[in-house]
C-alpha cells in the first residue's frame, strides 16, 4: 500500500492510541511555544540580537579610543601562543560601554570587569566572521565586520576568562583568544 | 521528437520491465538515471568519508593527523561531499524511482535528466578540484567575508542548478502521470513524501541561486561585497532547508523500507500525509537556528522561525515517530507476532540489513538527533551551543546516522531490484549497518561532551587556547574512535555496493535473493486490524519513552544556561 | 472512489502538489527570508559617542 496508489476512501480522522499520541505531541508543542517567549520577558539570558551598522575603521578608532580613557595596565600572556604576548588590560565604567575587537588572530582589547555590574560590550570584527565564545561559562555569540553587536552583560562569577574564537578565521583561528578578569 | 501521447508504462512501446520480486513496473529510462545518480553517489560518499577518516584522526589531538593547513581544507571537502554532493545526488535517485514505478508512469524527458546529471557532476567535480588545489578553505558554509576561488561559487551553482533541473523532471513526471491517468485515486505516501522533499528542495535551491550567483560575481571581482549578515540569512536558506529536503526523503524511506521488509501501512494516511505537510509549510522556517546569537535579526524573527512556527514541524516529525514503527507494529502482529507488548520486536528481522538500517536510522534520528536538534534549536539555549562541538554532534546523528544510515538500508534493495545484482559477502553486509550506526552514535557522544565543555567545531587545535582539561581530550579520544568506526562501517557498505555491482549474482527472471523477512505464523490475517485503534502497544510506549527523554534533556538545558551570565 | 464529490477539503490539499508547491515557498520565503532581510535592511547606524 505504501507504493501503489490509493484507489479506495484513505481519508479518516484519527483514533485510539495515534489519537493519545496527537494529543501529547500537541500538548508537548505547546509547552515549548511558551518557553522561549517566557524565557524572553522573565530569563535572564537572551540573545536578541541588538546591532548597529558600522565601518570597521570607525569601531577600531572608537575601541582605541576605549582603551586610552579606560587602561588600567597590561596583560601578559603567559602560554606560547604568538597572538598573546601582550594585550592593553582596560576596564569599562561600572554600567559603562566596554568595546571588543575581534581581529586575525586575537581579541582586543584584555578587559576588567566587576562583578555584578551591567556592561554594554559592543563586539565587531576588522576582517572577517570571529565566535566570541567564553570560557569555561561557554557563552557564545557571533561577531561580524561592519556591524556593532551589543550584548548587555552582567558578570556572576569571579576568576580569569578566555574568549575563544569558533568561527573560522584562517590559519591561526584555533589559536585567537582574548581575556575577560572579573573582580 | 515528440513524447508519447501516454506515459502510462502499460502503454505499447513503452521502455519498462516488470520487476521480478515486486510485481511492479520499472520504467527503463527512470532506471537508467536511478543508478547513474545512486553509483555517482557513493562515490561522494567515499570521497567524504575518507576526508572524514582523516578529520577524526585529527581532533583526536592524540593523533593530530593532518596539519592545520590541510585540516581545514579537508575539512571543508568533507562538509561540501557529504552534505550536498553525496546527499543531492542519492536524493535525486529517489526521486526518479518516486514518480514512475508507483504510479505506474514513465520518466518525462530523458534528455532533462541527462542536462540534470551533467550540470551536478561537472559541479560536483569542479568544486571538489578547486578546494584541493588548496583554493577555498573556506569551510562549507564559505561566509563572507572569507573569499574562495570563482570555481567553488560556480561549481556549487552548477550543483543547484542541476538539481532543480532532476526536481523539474520529478513535477513534469506528476503531472503527465496524471493527466495522462497511469494512475488512479491518490498517489502512494512513498511519492507524497518525496514530492514533499522536491518541493522543499525548490526553496533551498533558489536560495542556493541567490546567494551564490552574486557572491560568484564578487569573486570575479565584477560586483561588490554582498553583505556578510546578508550572506548567512540567504545561506542558510540553502544550508539548512537542505536538510530538510533529507528529512523528508528519509522518512519517505522508512514508510518504504518497512513496507517492503514487513508489510507495514501508514496506520492513518491522512495524520502521515498532514505531517508531510506540516514539513513543507513550516520546516524550512528553522534556518534560522544558525542565527540564534547573530547581530541584526531581532528575538521576535529568531523566536517565531526557530520555533518551526510553535513547532508545527516537530509535531510532524512525532507523528513520523509514532506512525512508522506503529505501522511495523501492525504489519507484524497481523502476521501473528502478538506475545505481549514487544513480542514483536524481538521477531523483527534484525539480520535484515534494509531492516536494521531503517530501525537504527529512526532511533538514533529521533531520539539523539530530534531532542537535541529542538534543544539546541531554542534561541536561549544556542548561547551555550553556538558552533561549539555540540552542534556537528546534533548534525551527525541527524544526517549521517538518520538520513545516511536510511538512504544505505534502501541501497540494500536498490541494487538489486534495480541493478538486478544481489549482493556478495552477504554476512558483511547484515554487520554493517550495526556497526556504521554504532561508530556515527559514539562520534557524536565525543562531540556532544567535547562541546558541552566549549571545545569549539571547526578547530585544529584545543592546546592553543590553554583552557581545556583532560576530559575534553577524553571525549576528544571517544569522537576520534567512533570516526574510525563509521569509517569502516561506510568503506565497507562501498565496497559491498561496488563489489555488488561488478561481481554480484545477476537477477533474471527470477525474485532478489531475500534479506529475511518475518514468515506470516499460524492465524495470521493481512488486513485484520485495519479497524483495531489500541493494537499498537509496544509502539505506544516506545513513543511516551521518548516524550519522557525528550522533556528531561530540554529542562537540563535549560537549567544549565540558567547558571551562565546574565546577557540580553 | 476519491473522485466522489464529497472528498473532504483538506483531501482536496494533500491531493494537491501544486497548491502545495504554491504555498512551501511563498510561506517559508516570506517568514523566514523577506522578514529576515527586512530586519537587516532596518538595522541603524552606530552611534559610537
Known amino acids: 500500500m505504501s507504493l501503489k496508489p490509493l484507489t479506495s476512501p484513505w481519508f479518516h480522522a484519527p483514533a485510539g492510541y495515534e489519537k493519545i499520541w496527537l494529543g501529547c505531541a500537541i500538548l508537548w508543542c505547546f509547552v515549548m ?20 551598522t558600522v565601518i570597521p575603521a570607525d569601531f577600531l578608532a572608537r575601541t582605541e579610543k576605549f582603551v586610552a580613557a579606560n587602561r588600567v595596565g597590561t596583560f601578559k600572556g603567559t602560554t606560547a601562543n604568538p ?81 575563544v574564537c569558533n568561527e573560522f578565521c584562517g590559519a591561526g583561528h584555533h589559536a585567537m583568544s582574548g581575556k575577560i578578569f572579573v573582580e | 521528437m515528440s513524447h508519447s501521447s501516454s506515459h502510462n508504462l502499460a502503454a505499447p512501446g513503452t521502455p519498462g520491465r516488470v520487476c521480478g520480486t515486486t510485481g511492479l513496473g520499472i520504467c527503463l529510462d527512470a532506471q537508467k538515471f536511478i543508478k547513474l545518480n545512486a553509483v555517482v553517489g557513493i562515490v561522494f560518499l567515499l570521497l567524504g568519508g575518507i576526508a572524514a577518516l582523516l578529520l577524526a584522526l585529527t581532533r583526536w589531538q592524540t593523533v593530530h593527523l593532518l596539519p592545520a593547513d590541510w585540516f581545514y581544507r579537508i575539512l571543508t571537502f568533507h562538509g561540501i561531499n557529504m552534505l550536498i554532493l553525496w546527499i543531492l545526488f542519492f536524493e535525486v535517485a529517489i526521486l526518479y524511482f518516486a514518480c514512475t514505478t508507483p504510479l505506474n508512469a514513465r520518466l518525462f524527458s530523458k534528455k532533462v535528466a541527462w542536462v540534470s546529471f551533467a550540470l551536478m557532476l561537472t559541479g560536483g567535480v569542479m568544486v571538489d578540484y578547486i578546494i584541493i588545489a588548496g583554493k577555498a578553505d573556506v569551510m562549507m558554509t564559505s561566509y563572507l567575508p572569507l573569499l574562495a576561488h570563482p570555481l567553488f561559487y560556480l561549481g556549487i551553482i552548477l550543483v543547484a542548478v542541476g538539481t532543480l533541473v532532476g526536481v523539474f523532471n520529478y513535477f513534469a513526471t506528476l503531472y503527465v502521470a496524471k493527466r495522462d491517468q497511469s494512475y488512479t485515486g491518490s498517489v502512494p505516501i512513498v511519492t507524497f513524501g518525496a514530492t514533499a522533499a522536491a518541493i522543499i528542495a525548490v526553496v533551498t535551491l533558489l536560495h542556493g541561486a541567490v546567494v551564490m550567483i552574486p557572491t560568484f560575481t564578487y569573486s570575479m571581482g565584477w560586483t561588490p561585497q554582498p553583505d556578510p549578515a546578508w550572506y548567512r540569512l540567504i545561506w542558510w536558506g540553502l544550508g539548512h532547508q537542505s536538510q ?36 513543507i509549510l513550516f520546516i524550512n522556517l528553522a534556518s534560522a537556528h544558525h542565527l540564534l546569537v547573530d547581530p541584526g535579526v531581532g528575538a521576535t524573527w529568531k523566536i517565531w522561525n526557530t520555533s518551526y512556527a510553535m513547532y508545527l514541524a516537530v509535531l510532524a516529525s512525532m507523528i513520523h515517530g509514532f506512525t512508522v514503527p506503529a505501522g511495523i507494529e501492525i504489519g507484524m502482529r497481523e502476521r501473528g507476532y502478538t506475545n505481549g507488548i514487544f513480542g514483536w520486536v524481538v521477531a523483527l528481522p534484525w539480520r535484515n540489513p534494509a531492516f536494521s538500517a531503517t530501525v537504527l536510522s529512526l532511533l538514533i534520528f529521533g531520539f539523539l538527533g530530534g531532542i537535541t536538534g529542538v534543544t539546541l534549536g531554542t534561541q536561549q539555549i544556542n548561547i551555550i551551543a553556538h558552533n561549539t562541538l555540540r552542534i556537528p554532534g546534533h548534525f551527525h546523528v541527524t544526517v549521517v546516522g538518520g538520513t545516511t544510515l536510511a538512504f544505505m538500508g534502501l541501497a540494500y534493495y536498490v541494487i538489486p531490484l534495480i541493478f538486478q545484482r544481489d549482493f556478495i559477502c552477504r554476512g558483511v553486509a547484515r554487520v554493517q549497518p550495526w556497526l556504521f550506526g554504532f561508530g556515527i552514535t559514539m562520534l557524536a557522544f565525543g562531540m556532544s561532551f567535547a562541546g558541552s565543555m566549549g571545545v ?5 587545535d584545543i592546546e592553543a587556547q ?5 576530559a575534553a581530550h577524553l571525549w576528544l579520544g571517544v569522537l576520534g574512535i567512533g570516526g574510525v568506526l563509521a569509517f569502516f562501517g561506510l568503506l565497507i557498505f562501498a565496497l559491498l555496493c561496488v563489489g555488488t555491482l561488478f561481481f554480484g549474482a545477476k537477477i533474471k527472471d527470477r525474485a532478489m535473493t531475500d ?28 513513543t511516551l519513552v521518548f516524550l519522557a527523554c525528550f522533556a528531561v534533556y530540554y529542562f537540563a538545558n535549560w537549567k544549565a544556561l540558567a547558571d551562565v551570565w546574565p546577557v540580553r | 472512489m476519491n473522485n466522489e464529490p464529497n472528498k ?13 508547491l504554491v504555498l512551501g515557498v511563498i510561506i517559508p520565503v516570506l517568514s523566514y527570508t523577506v522578514w529576515g532581510w527586512i530586519e537587516l535592511v532596518l538595522i541603524k547606524p552606530a552611534l559610537l559617542p
Open chain 1, 33 to 52: 511555544s511558551l518557553m522561549m517567549p517566557y524565557w524572553h520577558f522573565r530569563g535572564k539570558q537572551n540573545s536578541t540580537g541588538e546591532a548597529y
Open chain 3, 8 to 20: 473532504h477539503p483538506w483531501q482536496k490539499i494533500l491531493d494537491n502538489p501544486w497548491l502545495l
Open chain 2, 515 to 542: 534479506w529475511g523477512t518475518p514468515p506470516a505464523l499460524a492465524g495470521s490475517k493481512a488486513g485484520s486490524l485495519a479497524h483495531d485503534h489500541y493494537a499498537t502497544k509496544g509502539t505506544m510506549v516506545l
Open chain 2, 244 to 279: 530538510q529536503v533529507n528529512v523528508c526523503a528519509m522518512v519517505s524511506v522508512w514508510y518504504l523500507l518497512s513496507h517492503i521488509v514487513v508489510g507495514a501501512r501508514p496506520i492513518n494516511e491522512a495524520v502521515c500525509r498532514t505531517a508531510f505537510v506540516l514539513y
Open chain 2, 466 to 470: 590553554g583552557v581545556y582539561g583532560p
Open chain 2, 456 to 460: 569549539s567545531r571547526r578547530s585544529w
Open chain 1, 83 to 163: 597572538f598573546m604576548g601582550e594585550l592593553p588590560l582596560v576596564e569599562p565604567p561600572a554600567g559603562g560601554d566596554a568595546y571588543l575587537i575581534g581581529r586575525m588572530w586575537q581579541w582586543y582589547p584584555a578587559l576588567r570587569l566587576r562583578m555584578g555590574e551591567t556592561y554594554r560590550l559592543h563586539l565587531s570584527a576588522l576582517d572577517l566572521q570571529h565566535g566570541f565564545s567564553l570560557q569555561p561559562l561557554n557563552m557564545n555569540f557571533h561577531v561580524l565586520p561592519g556591524y556593532d553587536h551589543v550584548l548587555t552583560i552582567t558578570p556572576t562569577s569571579k576568576g580569569e576568562f578566555t574568549i
